[in-house]
């Protein structure tokens, strides 16, 4: 299993992001996947994550309001649309699959990660 996020880069407060997760290598299956951010010096925190199954979505109360995940099952491909950007948002966001997570942002239970994009807010 594979994951790429992409779609970081320098915005100016208030701005909106789409970060795409692209996942590969496998087809079937019931796992979640969470987007993650992290700042230097803190913990990785959990912000949203989607369900397979049912599509189910649960947000941090940090993003809930500003930041919408979604699924594209043909392109096996899941977005973070991210609105009304914040300099607290300036992050290195990762996506990532738990096998047999359901909506939680339980760190551990993620088993693939991806590698991060920046995402920095600023005028």
């Known amino acids: 299993v594979q994951l790429q996020a992409y779609g970081g880069g320098l915005v100016q407060p208030g701005g909106s992001l789409r970060l795409p997760c692209a996942v590969s290598?496998?087809?079937?299956?019931?796992?979640?996947i969470g987007w993650f951010r992290q700042t230097p010096g803190k913990e990785r925190e959990g912000i949203s994550c989607?369900?397979?199954?049912?599509?189910?979505?649960y947000y941090s109360d940090s993003v809930k309001g500003r930041f919408t995940i979604s699924r594209d099952n043909a392109k096996n491909t899941v977005y973070l649309q991210i609105d009304s950007l914040k300099p607290e948002d300036t992050a290195v966001y990762y996506c990532?699959?738990?096998w047999g997570v359901g909506v939680e942002l339980d760190l551990g239970e993620y088993d693939y990660w991806g590698q991060g994009t920046q995402v920095t807010v600023s005028s």
């Open positions: 989607i369900s397979s199954s049912d599509g189910s979505t």
């Open positions: 990532a699959l738990g």
């Open positions: 290598g496998f087809t079937l299956g019931y796992y979640s």
